[in-house]
Each structure stands twice: as C-alpha cells, then as structure tokens.
C-alpha cells in the first residue's frame, strides 16, 4: 500500500484540476494492454468536502461536459464516454450494505472504465478492494487530499501521479 499527500487545494476550481489530473491518469492505465479495465476509486470525506467536485474533473477528463451532480437518491448515475463506461456512486443513503447485493452492484465492476464511489464505508463487505482511496478533509485552507492505493493496478497509478506531480502540475 502507497501513501500519496496532494495537499491543501484552496478552491472549488483547483478540485475540478485535480479531478481533471487523475482522470487523464486513469485514461492512461485503463486502456493500457490487450484488454481495457475497471478503476475503482473510493473518496471519503464529511458531507460539503468535494467528493461529487472531483468526480465532475474526472469525468471532464474523460471527455464528458454535461452536468455532473451526486447521485444521492437513485445511488448510480451511469455516463457512456463510448469505449468507456462511467459509474458515479452515492451510498450515503443506503439502507444497509446488503442493499448493494439485490442492486446489482457487482456487475458494474466488470465494464471498462472507472467506477467512482462516495461513501464507500456504507457498502463495507458487498464492494471489492478499491484500487484508489481519496480522502478530503476541509482545512481552513481549503481542502486536504490524500491518496492511498489497494492494489497493484492502485500502486501503478500512485507512482504516475506522484511522477506528474514532480514534473509538471502546480496544485
């Protein structure tokens, strides 16, 4: 497991970067081999941190400009990006975790692209290992985020990041 510190982003618009920033990383990792795969992010943080903030960068980066809001009451608003499935989920309204079983929640998993979950301890048992986990904690600065990574795939797209940090982008 990798630690990556982002740090104190001040503004709404500096989310919408780095949501931007990670999606062109995930782009970068989910048609990277013979087979396209699924990137699961889980992003914590109290009501009002950002969380639905940065799923809008992300799905900018993958190419979407529509209206990008949290899915609180249907749990999972869907965008199509052609080859590229995105699955935008909000559990902070689910009954209990067994809920996620009779939805059907495993089967977005096993589709190219990107599934973005808010509140993923509310699913703990029923959703798989993430392989990114963004945490948002509101500062009087701003807003602190910190990245770990679960899995391999997780630990590949932490050391892009970091490598682009370094290299180019000013948060």
């Not at 998993?109 to 948002?136: K, N, T, Y």
Request: hydrophobic share 40%; proline share 4%.
């Amino acid at each position: 497991m990798r630690h990556f510190f982002v740090g104190v982003l001040p503004r709404e618009v500096d989310m919408i970067e780095f949501g931007k920033w990670l999606g062109h990383s995930l782009l970068s990792y989910i048609f990277v081999g013979p087979e396209p795969k699924t990137a699961l992010i889980f992003l914590g943080g109290d009501l009002g941190a950002g969380k639905t903030t940065i799923c809008r960068g992300i799905l900018q980066a993958f190419g979407y400009d529509g209206v990008v809001k949290s899915p609180t009451y249907t749990l999972v608003e869907s965008y199509d990006q052609g080859l590229l499935k995105v699955h935008h989920f909000d559990l902070y309204r689910l009954g209990s975790a067994e809920e996620l079983e009779f939805f059907g929640i495993r089967d977005y998993f096993h589709q190219s692209g990107c599934c973005l979950v808010e509140w993923p301890e509310r699913g703990h048992g029923f959703l798989p290992m993430a392989d990114l986990q963004i945490s948002i904690i509101a500062t009087h600065e701003g807003r602190e985020i910190k990245i770990c990574s679960e899995t391999d795939m997780g630990d590949l797209l932490l050391a892009h990041l970091a490598s682009d940090r370094e290299n180019q982008l000013d948060f």
